[in-house]
T-cell receptor, first 112, second 115 residues
Framework: GESVGLHLPTLSVQEGDNSIINCAYSNSASDYFIWYKQESGKGPQFIIDIRSNMDKRQGQRVTVLLNKTVKHLSLQIAATQPGDSAVYFCAENIRGFQKLVFGTGTRLLVSP | GAVVSQHPSWVICKSGTSVKIECRSLDFQATTMFWYRQFPKQSLMLMATSNEGSKATYEQGVEKDKFLINHASLTLSTLTVTSAHPEDSSFYIC???????????FGEGSWLTVV
């Protein structure tokens, strides 16, 4: 079946560092991608999204990069803070299908 | 952002009983709602997609007679776990979307423990 996977299950950084979380997707028909943050025991929280006609999108302290050639998505968090500690999921929407497919998740640990 | 509310946040039920979880979009009308299931330390797995007024579309491997989904209005969808067993214990999360192409908002999830 279709899958979205992540390279690193856990990422540990120091407070103030920049974090980069990566995601590989397998379906070339995916046209919309979203990054979610999930804190323990809570539902996913929308962070940022990007459509396939773009290769970069910036938000507040976050940037998403999309490389369709290699089917790769990344989330960059600037000046990472302890409050950023959570599990981050990428999700893709496959064109023509009304649903999101989630990746396996990366746990981000931020040390003070 | 938009708010999606789930109720109850957590529930404990006896094996063999049924339990209902509600998902409400509080400040927008959701034409589509999604139900996910998440086991500890795992990703979200889509169970079904429901459109208001029509039957839900279930993912492969999800028993439609066990997980009953009703989307009777544009602001409410319910998931009923029938004849619950301990292996049904999980974190159930709903999400809602105004229209196709719009942002999908997630609820806070509902913890189900079957004893």
């Amino acid at each position: 079946g279709e899958s979205v996977g992540l390279h690193l299950p856990t990422l540990s950084v120091q407070e103030g560092d920049n974090s980069i979380i990566n995601c590989a997707y397998s379906n070339s028909a995916s046209d919309y991608f979203i990054w979610y943050k999930q804190e323990s025991g809570k539902g996913p929280q929308f962070i940022i999204d990007i459509r396939s006609n773009m290769d970069k999108r910036q938000g507040q302290r976050v940037t998403v990069l999309l490389n369709k050639t290699v089917k790769h998505l990344s989330l960059q968090i600037a000046a990472t803070q302890p409050g950023d500690s959570a599990v981050y999921f990428c999700a893709e929407n496959i064109r023509g299908f009304q649903k999101l497919v989630f990746g396996t998740g990366t746990r981000l640990l931020v040390s003070p | 952002g938009a708010v999606v509310s789930q109720h109850p946040s957590w529930v404990i039920c006896k094996s063999g009983t049924s339990v209902k979880i509600e998902c409400r979009s509080l400040d927008f009308q959701a034409t589509t709602m999604f139900w996910y299931r998440q086991f500890p330390k795992q990703s979200l797995m889509l169970m079904a997609t429901s459109n208001e007024g029509s039957k839900a579309t279930y993912e492969q491997g999800v028993e439609k007679d066990k997980f009953l989904i009703n989307h009777a209005s544009l602001t409410l969808s319910t998931l009923t776990v029938t004849s619950a067993h301990p292996e049904d214990s999980s974190f159930y999360i709903c999400s809602a979307q105004l229209n196709s192409g719009n942002t999908i908002y997630f609820g806070e999830g509902s913890w189900l423990t079957v004893v």
